[in-house]
């Protein structure tokens, strides 16, 4: 058995900047540490849904965590990461649906994204 514990939130950090989308509840409420503040888009639409991570620093991630979502069970997402500020792609998880939804929600929490990179992924633009 093989586990992997997430321990460091960079998007808590100071220097890292989100945008894009459109928001309701601002995106920036991702930023608090508590659960309970929450960010939500105008619409379901992808131009709405998406957004921009600058980690101010490239980083190494091994796991990307996006919880108590408002998802339903036809939602999908992609990771995608940067050499550059947005222009240059390196590499994409491609679109994937949320494993475990809905049998994994026995509190209504919402769908919760947890994706483990088989390694580091180090990049400091993320979308």
């Known amino acids: 058995m093989t586990m992997l514990l997430g321990y460091e939130n960079h998007v808590d950090q100071a220097d890292v900047v989100l945008a894009g989308g459109v928001w309701t509840i601002p995106l920036t409420n991702l930023q ?13 639409l992808t131009s709405s849904t998406k957004f921009t991570i600058d980690l101010g620093a490239s980083r190494a991630i091994r796991m990307v965590a996006i919880t108590h979502t408002n998802l339903t069970s036809s939602g999908q997402y992609r990771i ?8 240059t792609a390196v590499g994409n998880t491609g679109w994937l649906a949320i494993p475990g939804y809905p049998d994994d929600d026995p509190d209504g929490l919402g769908a ?12 400091r633009y993320w979308q």
């Open 32 to 44: 608090s540490p508590l659960l309970s503040r929450k960010a939500r888009s105008s619409g379901l």
């Open 80 to 87: 995608t990461w940067y050499s550059d500020a947005f222009s």
């Open 112 to 123: 919760s994204i947890f994706h483990v990179f088989a390694s580091a992924t180090t990049a």
